[in-house]
């Protein structure tokens, strides 16, 4: 369908002539503001089409990207090609699975077949891969649209989005805000309804800061779980691919595409994928929680309140919780830091682009990255080696050693601070990322772990609570959260933002840190 007040189509069906009329779409209210979950129901029950689902995204996205700056490529005619090859399959009573119809992002820096993959960057602005990634297969496999590629902190080296060469990523609760990164714009799209959900990458917190920051549902999943061939690398051993949605259910059909085997990625574990949505299902009453008391350390106040709030009602829904203790390396990313930047620097990725004139000098996660240049092959080893034995010894030591089923932790441990004061800070190479430990070392164990929405703070910002648990732990991540978020109904609120809403103007210190591509 081309508007939503268009309500019939032809039947693709073999010999069908008939026409088949659709409800009433508005009778549901905002398209783009359902879940996908209700909108994958409302597709195979054939009350709304994929072309529709996906103009209401385009609309918003229209009407919002100017505000929020989310998205670098909206792929409008692809999309709707799509949806309309994906109409007709409908029509014939075809349909390929929950996402079918389902306009989803992807983070710029996942390879599209045909359409620039940027990695938020301007030397490669113009790059147009010929392969999709292999998440990309999956979703387009399963009848997922791809709408577009969203903005993100520059090569995926930083915490806030808010470099990067084509401006930064605005936070939709607070347009001044931070959105988080280094997917914030997956996430700030997702919170503004631009789709129903989006994918993003995770090395060292960077789907799950968002996230929390922008008030959704972000999940890493175990290392190796999801498939990272055909997306630009910060570090092999470390990043993660996972979804970003509005609620965990949405997660859970997101996730139960992309995972799988992937025989042409060194690190993907040749293991079963369970049925998720339906373990999200199960009781939570029999876990026991783990609280590591150094994930508490220093928080800010309203954060500090709005975790008291989320463990006093989890303990009720369980058997209660128990501190628990971690090994060393656990909260202070020691051996990830150093894997991190000799395997970016040794990219060439980070080491040449993250400079002056491509999103800002110390953009990244230490102000440049100079701590990997000329490293010795013999640390490099030592800290890869340290990595591997902290996976190989985590499920023991802390899981079933210390008898508890998940951890439970803030997700950041701060709220998130202004565009101005990070560029600023990055204009004289001090950036300021979060404060350390909460999602990092979790990127170190390789652990399934989830944000949902626990909160807001008093000027309205978002809080996220966080949930890990044992490898390829996945389901009971998810039941934990979603019996959370059944309690809860932080996460159906929704921002403010209007259409009139004037934009933030940045200083003009700040404003040379952004890139601000004339090539967008």
């Known amino acids: 369908m081309r508007t939503s007040s268009r309500r019939e189509f032809l039947s693709a069906s073999a010999g069908a002539a008939a026409l088949l009329r659709l409800a009433r779409a508005d009778s549901y209210g905002d398209l783009a503001g359902l879940t996908l979950q209700q909108a994958s129901v409302r597709i195979r029950s054939r009350k709304v089409s994929p072309v529709e689902l996906t103009e209401a995204c385009l609309a918003r996205i229209q009407t919002y990207n100017p505000k929020i700056n989310a998205w670098i490529t909206v792929m409008r005619d692809s999309a709707l090609a799509q949806a309309k090859a994906l109409e007709k399959e409908q029509a014939a009573g075809r349909f390929r699975g929950p996402l079918h119809g389902i306009p989803i992002g992807l983070k710029d820096n996942i390879d599209t077949a045909g359409v620039r993959t940027t990695a938020g960057s301007k030397t490669l602005a113009g790059n147009i891969p010929t392969a999709d990634a292999e998440v990309v297969e999956r979703l387009k496999a399963a009848g997922a649209i791809l709408i577009g590629k969203c903005n993100m902190h520059i090569f995926a080296s930083g915490a806030t989005s808010a470099v990067s060469y084509f401006g930064p990523v605005r936070n939709p609760w607070n347009l001044e805000a931070i959105a988080g990164g280094s997917s914030g714009g997956s996430a700030a799209a997702v919170a503004m309804n631009n789709c129903y959900a989006a994918l993003g990458t995770d090395t060292g917190g960077s789907i799950r800061t968002p996230s929390a920051m ?27 691919c996972g979804p970003i949605a509005r609620s965990v259910a949405d997660t859970a059909l997101v996730l139960q595409v992309i ?223 979603h019996a959370y978020e059944e309690a809860t109904d932080w996460h159906k609120r929704q921002p403010a933002l209007q259409p009139d809403t004037k934009v933030p103007v940045l200083s003009k210190t700040a404003a040379g840190q952004t890139g601000e591509a004339s090539d967008r």
């Open 214 to 240: 922008c008030g959704v549902v972000g999940f890493k999943p175990t290392y190796g779980r999801v498939s990272i061939r055909g997306i630009v690398p910060l570090t092999w051993s470390l990043d993660h």
């Open 259 to 481: 995972a799988g085997y992937d025989r042409l990625d060194l690190q993907s574990i040749d293991y079963p994928v369970p049925d998720y949505s339906t373990g999200i299902g199960a009781p939570v009453s029999r876990f026991r929680l783990g609280i590591p008391p150094q994930f508490y350390d220093g928080l800010d106040e309203e954060v500090s309140h709005a975790m008291e709030d989320a463990m006093a009602l989890l303990n009720r829904m369980t058997r209660g919780s128990q501190e628990v203790e971690l090994p060393s390396i656990l909260g202070t990313g020691a051996a990830s830091e150093g894997t991190v930047y000799r395997e970016s620097l040794g990219s060439g990725f980070v080491r040449n682009e993250i400079a002056p004139g491509d999103g800002g000098a110390g953009g990244g996660r230490g102000g440049g990255g100079g701590n990997g240049v000329g490293a010795r092959a013999v640390d490099y080893i030592r800290e890869w080696r340290n990595l591997r034995l902290v996976r190989r010894t985590v499920d023991e030591e802390v899981f079933r050693k210390q008898n508890v089923d998940l951890l439970v932790t803030p997700t950041i441990r701060e709220l998130p601070w202004t565009i101005e004061d990070e560029l600023v800070r990055a204009a004289n190479a001090r950036p300021r990322n979060p404060k350390p430990g909460n999602t990092r070392s979790l990127d170190d164990y390789g652990l399934p772990t989830i944000t949902v929405p626990c909160g807001f703070s008093r000027a309205g910002m978002p809080i996220g609570l966080q949930i890990s648990g044992p490898n390829l732990g996945e389901i009971n991540v998810l039941a934990l959260a």
